[in-house]
């Protein structure tokens, strides 16, 4: 039975930090690509950041380059994302998400979480 749960969401103010946590079961992290999306009221979800399991590449949106930054722990089976310098833009849902393949395309993951959400507000 594979499972994603997020944690770590909250509401912050602009310029703090926040870490979401991904624990998956009933499979092996490093047999997939793990990804992380978000989706802010009215838009599309979007792929934020993924790492692939195998060889540990990294893939993050150009909107959070610098400030982002995914991990994984195979011992533990989760995946991280770091949010550092966090914006009102940043609000989100975030989803954790596993697939076969390193894409961003959120129709190619085959796992999802049901989200933390994350609200930066001063």
């Known amino acids: 039975h594979v499972q994603l749960v997020e944690s770590g969401g909250g509401s912050v103010q602009p310029g703090s930090s926040l870490q979401l946590s991904c624990a998956a079961s009933?499979?092996?992290?490093?047999?997939?690509?793990m990804g992380w999306f978000r989706q802010a009221p009215g838009k599309e979800r979007e792929g934020v950041s993924y790492i692939r399991g195998s060889d540990g590449s990294t893939y993050y949106t150009d909107s959070v380059k610098g400030r982002f930054t995914i991990s994984s722990d195979s011992a533990k089976n989760t995946v991280y994302l770091q949010m550092d310098d966090l914006k009102p833009e940043d609000t989100a849902l975030y989803y954790c998400?596993?697939?076969?393949?390193?894409?961003?395309?959120?129709?190619?993951?085959?796992?999802w979480g049901r989200g933390t959400q994350v609200t930066v507000s001063s």
């Open positions: 998400a596993a697939g076969p393949a390193p894409t961003s395309n959120k129709r190619t993951y085959n796992y």
């Open positions: 009933g499979f092996t992290l490093d047999l997939y690509v």
